[in-house]
């Protein structure tokens, strides 16, 4: 049987909205710092901004530290939240110590989060939880190629940086080109940035290719 060709547009805008609907957005599952933390993200950031460098911070960004991050398929998202409402309706709050100040080899600037064990686990929890409901058919990273470990953990759990290369920090610059940053690695590097305090809330947010968080989706207290 023949189909006409007003069945077939029929048909093929049917694909065609089934397509837009299965669109894959990358999602950030993050830890809220108390102001403690913030208010030494925001005189770090003020710092580079005396030496012409704007930060995330400055931009307007939320301060965070990425606890599990990777896409989903945008009809996941509502489950997805109510899965983190779930895992964190009892989660007392988890202490928080920031400790240091990162250049990388790429120049991204971090300012860094000790790996606590209460941090660890609270990662670890949201990515066994979450990992199931990820966009399994999003990319690997070109540049995780080089890195073996962080390979494996991406295939299983949609992620590079889960588990044991889970390294907390809160970004403040991303591949910054300005020729202050060597004195200012020098000078955080006699003087680095410390604070203790906690994660007050986990939030759920729409990232961009830089992980920030661009539209918050969910933002849950701990207790």
Not at 2 to 20: H, Y
Not at 50 to 76: C, K, R, W
Not at 125 to 152: E, F, H, M
């Amino acid at each position: 049987m023949k189909l006409s060709a007003s069945i077939i547009a029929i048909l093929s805008g049917c694909l065609l909205s089934f397509a837009a609907l299965a669109k894959s957005v990358s999602v950030n599952v993050f830890a809220v710092p108390s102001a403690d933390i913030e208010q030494t993200v925001a005189s770090v950031s003020d710092k580079l901004k005396q030496n012409g460098m704007e930060s995330f911070y400055e931009q307007g960004f939320p301060v965070h530290i990425t606890l599990y991050l990777t896409t989903y398929d945008e009809a996941a998202i509502p489950g997805l939240l109510a899965k983190v409402k779930m895992l964190t309706t009892t989660q007392p709050a988890v202490p928080l110590k920031a400790e240091g100040f990162t250049v990388t080899a790429g120049n991204w600037v971090f300012v860094d989060a000790v790996k606590e064990t209460e941090l660890q686990h609270l990662a670890d929890k949201l990515t066994n939880a979450l990992s199931p409901l990820r966009d399994l058919s999003a990319p690997l990273p070109a540049w995780v190629n080089a890195y073996p470990q962080k390979k494996a953990v991406f295939e299983q759990y949609g992620s590079p940086n889960v588990f044991a290369q889970f390294e907390p920090h809160m970004t403040l610059l991303a591949a910054e080109a300005s020729p202050a940053l060597p004195a200012m690695k020098k000078y955080f590097a006699d003087s680095p940035p410390s604070a203790t305090g906690y994660v007050k809330a986990v939030g759920v947010g729409l990232a961009d290719e830089k992980g920030q968080i661009t539209k918050v989706l969910g933002h849950f207290q701990l207790k």
